[in-house]
């Protein structure tokens, strides 16, 4: 069995499979290809067609699609690649947390955060092109524009010297 996960990977996958006879896993953790068009990345029309059909293999030759949301499920089963017998190698994974399985204590200590009334927002990842900033920074002047008591919590794995870069320009 051979894990990949993302696009990249699932090539070599699809390549050990039909070549080695080998099964695998593709874990999709989002629609690569498509994300690759909508950041700009992916230009060219051609290629964006042809690197769609290698997705299209993959879905149809992976043992198993590994998936995050019930969303992303549905929205692949919607393109009609997989005949509904094969719609059952799709495998969901939800990417969540269950507060109810941590201690009371620190769920009360969460709530410490903020004040009453006031609505808090949480940002966790990093930030880059891939991120879209600027929908991140509208969205941000957007609340603090109709809502003053707002507070913004960010986990970011990026330096302070980008993280300053973003709260300064315009």
């Known amino acids: 069995w051979l894990y990949c996960r993302s696009f990249m990977p699932s090539i070599l996958g699809l390549l050990a499979k039909k070549t080695l006879k080998s099964k695998f896993i593709f874990d999709t953790r989002g629609f690569w290809v498509n994300e690759r068009k909508e950041y700009g990345n992916v230009k060219n029309p051609a290629l964006f067609k042809f690197m769609k059909k290698i997705e299209s293999s993959i879905i149809k030759n992976c043992d198993y699609l590994v998936v995050q949301t019930h969303k992303a499920q549905k929205e692949i089963i919607s393109w009609g690649l997989l005949t509904s017998h094969q719609e059952s190698k799709i495998v969901l994974l939800p990417n969540s947390l ?14 410490l955060i903020s004040h009453p ?28 524009k ?14 302070i010297t980008e993280w300053k870069d973003f709260i300064s320009e315009e």
Not at 98 to 111: C, G, P, R, T, V
Not at 124 to 143: D, H, M, N
Not at 146 to 159: A, K, V
């Open 146 to 159: 109709y809502s003053t008591s707002s507070e913004f919590i960010f986990l970011l794995n990026n330096s």
């Open 117 to 144: 009334g006031t609505i808090r927002f949480g940002y966790a990842g990093s930030l880059g092109t891939w991120y879209s900033e600027p929908i991140i920074k509208r969205f941000i002047q957007f609340v603090y």
């Open 98 to 111: 269950d507060l109810n399985k941590f201690e009371s204590s620190y769920n009360a200590k969460l709530n």
